[in-house]
């Protein structure tokens, strides 16, 4: 049913933007199931409880266990974040209330089944399209839900891999809700776990879950940016800026520096890396300066072999790719977005942390800098140091 409430944004909206169809709720994106029932009741149940990224919730590489229904329980929050130093603030759509939703973690096999909530002091309608699912609209289509409802979703986890998972309520709704913050990931293990490029078994000590949103701010006639104060009233000003297709922040976890400073992730000599990137709706080149991807999945597909010793790599928008990396050398590493002036400018730059001791074989500063000694200026004026 839908609420007064959304049924006043909805008419906002469409004052908004008069030419685009308005209604959350089309006729392709809602749809009463129909099939055989299915009997599960003899399966193991698990409830799990999400993390906020860039951490995940403990789980096992390979299965000890036969598939099982793992539960999880997500709700929508609508609030406004602070994304830079600046104090420029967004409008934000979040699932669990992080930018980026938690990452979920099964394995292949496993069924999963998500309550869906969206509480009754938000303003609009929303729902989960994941990736990893198949059928209706990746379940976009059955997890509808206004202001003060909730929903159950269950799907059967057929394909290991990291995929993306979004905010898909219809129409022009789609990209506003995806660039505001409502994108995650889940991560369907092999049951025997990981494998390198030769089939041999690879498993991780640690994962780093690694959401890149661009975000959409608009300025006043002054070149501020500008702060609204509620989701409807930045609707129209957004999405003139969307439009334009040039974001004005580009971050990793939902804010530049969310990943920084003392929020900087934090790793040892020795220890081993998996590093699950998304993006869901911009491509990507994530690169870590100083390191490399020792095996990466760039499309996330653990079917696929994984490609070896990449410098940098490639996730499609709309995708989430996989890396493992074993630091070798103690120091801040940078892992940014390779296109700098996003990574530098934008925001879209993580650091991590490692402590250890320093191995003067795989690199060394042998002559530290000093006065090079020599008058080198009149050959430099004449040119003949240049080609």
Sequence with gaps: MITRRTALMGAAFAA???HAAMQNASAEETMTPVGDAVDL????????????????HEHEQVATRDPEIVEFEMMIIEKEFEVDDDGTMLQGMTYEGSIPGPLM?????DYVELTLINPPENMLQHNIDFHAATGGLGGGSLTLVNPGEKTV????????????????????????????????????????GLKDDKGEPVSYDKVFYIGENDFYIPRDEDGNFMRFDDLGSSYADTLEIMNGLVP???VFNGRAGA?????????????????????????TRPHLIGGHGDLVWET????????RDIETWFIR???????????RQPGVYAYVNHNLIEAVNLGATAHIVVEGAWDNDLMAQVVPPTPFGEDYTAIYNSKRALP
Aim: net charge positive; with cysteine.
């Design 317 to 327: 928008g709309g995708s989430a790719g996989a890396a493992i990396y074993t630091f």
């Design 259 to 283: 990943l920084t400073g003392e929020n900087a992730l934090k790793s040892t000599v020795d220890e081993t890396i998996l590093i699950v990137h998304s993006q869901a709706n911009r491509d």
């Design 248 to 250: 004005s922040h580009v």
């Design 300 to 307: 996330g597909k653990f079917n696929n072999p994984p490609e």
């Design 153 to 192: 979703l269950r799907f059967k986890a057929t394909r290991p891999g990291t995929f993306v998972y979004h905010c898909a309520p219809g129409g022009p709704m789609i990209p506003w809700h995806v660039v505001s913050g409502m994108s995650g990931a889940i991560m369907i293990l092999p049951r025997e």
């Design 105 to 109: 973690v099964v394995h292949e096999g």
């Design 16 to 18: 908004a933007a008069p």
């Design 41 to 56: 009741t003899a399966m193991t149940r698990r409830k799990v409880k999400l993390v906020a990224p860039p951490f995940v």
